[in-house]
């Protein structure tokens, strides 16, 4: 196995500040590129991204958002050991494990269903954008964006607002766990948030047991797919952590980089501005231009070769959407931030084929409701001033704030 000499670091702060003067090296000198630092593969072309994710047969989505395969440290399993499986789930399963889970919860996310969130969605945006309109200066992550869809979900979900900042601290915690790049005392801590969780879920499915009800951990229970076979307690506490997670997260961190993207490209913004008809292409510029999640990973089940590299079984391997998203075979100037180009059905922000994200459809109507808005009500709306006003997360296969501070003028009353 031979490495490329080239340093695919994304928690480092030249990438964290902008990986994708990387990615097109990538993409031109080895686009299937071994990573020995993180002993990985990374893939990094569009059409091998498409290729590694439709040939199910020979990449497993096993570990699919685990940057890193290595065992956790003892301490950490020993925590985990209190609690359940974190997998099967719809984000790493296969076969027909995976397409069980996914006809369960495909209901939960028909067109129709979407359709009618639309006006509790912009109640929401509105509501969360009164508590700090007056104040001329916000953190825009901690006072809108992780909670704007967190409202949304919970609400879907049947679980009670007030239980929000411990749920996204639990779901921060999970994430921290998968990457398992911090220390053992802090990924000790993140283990109990997991476990937490997961008791926090398995009660609110046991006390749903024989009532009827129409939020979706109920319809889960209540679900039934074509031999009959009800879905267990554990398994609707995956696939329901696993919505909770997946579905906010994104948002959140398409929210902090839509406004930052829409800021730099003045002319772009005023054009959405001037022609609100704009918006659904500049949310699917926005997921292309700096996707929210990065790639994701498959398990290699045997021997196999791609773009003229042999792979071999066993090996982890990442599927870049953000390099395939800004792929010059693929996207004309693909480097441009254009909010009128016309790339959907092209870009894979969401993935593709049978992994394809179940609920895109309504992080698509969040932002397209949230990030005009917030232009609409914030006059002037800018970057603020200062240091570390912009602090990028640091998860190794995701794009996204931390921290975004951002200005506006308040009028005198």
């Not at 499986?85 to 067109?111: C, E, I, N, W």
Request: aromatic share 8%; charged share 25%; glycine share 6%.
């Amino acid at each position: 196995m031979t490495s490329y000499p080239i340093r695919f670091d994304p928690l480092s702060p030249e990438q964290l500040a902008d990986p994708y003067p990387l990615y097109a090296r990538l993409r031109r000198e080895a686009p299937v590129f071994y990573s020995e630092a993180h002993g990985l593969w990374v893939v990094s072309r569009y059409e091998d991204v498409l290729a590694v994710v439709r040939d199910t047969e020979t990449f497993s989505s096993q570990n699919a958002v685990r940057a890193s395969v290595r065992p956790l440290p003892q301490p950490v399993l020993d925590v985990l050991a209190t609690g359940r499986p974190m997998a099967p789930t719809l984000t790493d399963s296969d076969g027909q494990v995976h397409r069980r889970l996914r006809l369960l919860v495909s209901k939960a996310f028909t067109p129709k269903r979407v359709a009618e969130l639309e006006g509790r969605i912009r109640e929401n945006v509105d509501a969360l954008i009164d508590e700090f309109a007056g104040d001329g200066r916000a953190d825009i992550i901690e006072r809108f964006a992780w909670n704007l869809p967190m409202f949304t979900l919970t609400d879907m979900i049947g679980i009670p607002r007030d239980d929000i900042p411990t749920l996204h601290r639990w779901s921060v915690s999970w994430l921290r766990i998968l990457q398992a790049t911090d220390g053992v005392e802090e990924l000790v801590t993140r283990a109990h948030d997991v476990v937490a969780m997961q008791r926090y879920f398995m009660d609110a499915l046991q006390s749903r047991v024989g009532k009827a009800g129409e939020d979706l951990m109920s319809s889960l229970l209540d679900a039934r797919v074509a031999d009959g076979e009800p879905i267990g307690h554990e398994e609707a506490m995956r696939v329901t952590i696993n919505l909770l997670i997946a579905g906010h997260v994104t948002v959140t961190r398409s929210i902090g980089n839509g406004l930052t993207t829409l800021l730099a490209h003045s002319d772009q913004l005023q054009a959405v501005l001037n022609d609100p008809d704009l918006v659904p292409a500049m949310v699917e510029e926005i997921l292309r231009f700096e996707s929210p999640a990065q790639g994701l990973f498959r398990t290699v089940r045997k021997d196999t070769v791609l773009n003229d590299v042999p792979i071999p079984a066993g090996a982890h391997l990442m599927v870049h959407w953000a390099s395939a998203n800004r792929d010059e075979r693929v996207f004309g100037e693909s480097d441009v931030f254009d909010v009128t180009r016309d790339s959907m059905a092209t870009h894979v922000a969401f993935g593709k084929g049978v992994h394809a994200c179940l609920g895109a459809p309504l992080a698509r109507l969040q932002l397209k409701i949230a990030l005009p808005r917030l232009f609409e009500r914030l006059p002037n709306l800018r970057m603020a001033a200062g240091e570390d006003t912009a602090v990028r997360d640091t998860i190794f296969f995701a794009r996204g704030f931390k921290r975004l501070e951002i200005e506006w003028d308040v009028k005198d009353s």
